[in-house]
Each structure stands twice: as C-alpha cells, then as structure tokens.
C-alpha cells in the first residue's frame, strides 16, 4: 500500500511558473517509477510525465516538452513537477501517480497502481 500527497498547486498569470510536489510513503515507494497527470472536467485523465525509481529516465507528453521537468528526491521520498512557461491550456487538476516494479515508466493511467488526490492547477491569461 502506497499514500501519495499533491500539493504545490495555485493560481499564476500565463508565462509564470509552479512547482507541484508529491509526498510519497509506504513500502518500497522510492523504487517505484512515478509520474504526473492531469485532467479538466471536460477531457480524460493525460499524461504529463514520468520518471523511473532511480530517477536516471524521464519522458514527457509532447504539449510540455520543454516548459515541465520531472524529478525525485529518494532520500525524501517526493516527487516534484516543475512547471515553466505556463499556458492557459495547462489549467488542470494535476495528480500524482506511483507504478510498482512491474514497470518501467508510467505513460498510461493503466501502468499506474496509486494515486493522489490531485492539486489544482489555475493559469489565467
């Protein structure tokens, strides 16, 4: 059983930046590969971004390639997410998900096995 805690999430004008943390804890958490999603009312739950337990790989959805950077601190047992050159389009409820060691990188909401309970995320024009 993993417990895994969102936060970080506010409102910021379009251009600003954010950084979303998650709180992880139970057994064996650190070496579970963990990733970011985020979800509107209007769309399904998207991929965001991933990165593997020892935190050496890392992928991203093409819409944040470049402005959104995935990373870990083991030692903390947290994940963040920080977010650079926020768009309006990025207005979303964002959620923290852990996998186990079955796989790799979480891409798909059906490789993950936990989930937070999401931080809001407001970007205004």
């Known amino acids: 059983q993993v417990r895994l805690v969102e936060s970080g999430g506010g409102l910021v004008q379009a251009g600003g930046s954010l950084r979303l943390s998650c709180a992880a804890s139970g057994r064996a958490s650190t070496s579970y590969p963990m990733a970011w999603f985020r979800q509107t009312p209007d769309k399904e739950r998207e991929f965001v971004g991933t990165i593997s337990g020892s935190g050496a790989t890392t992928d991203y959805a093409d819409s944040v390639k470049g402005r959104f950077t995935i990373s870990r601190d083991n030692a903390e047992n947290t994940v963040y997410l920080q977010m650079n050159s926020l768009k309006p389009e990025d207005t979303a409820v964002y959620y923290c998900?852990?996998?186990?060691?079955?796989?790799?990188?979480?891409?798909?909401?059906?490789?993950?096995?936990?989930w937070g309970q999401g931080t809001q995320v407001t970007v205004s024009s």
């Open positions: 998900a852990a996998g186990t060691n079955r796989v790799w990188l979480i891409t798909r909401m059906s490789d993950a096995w936990y």
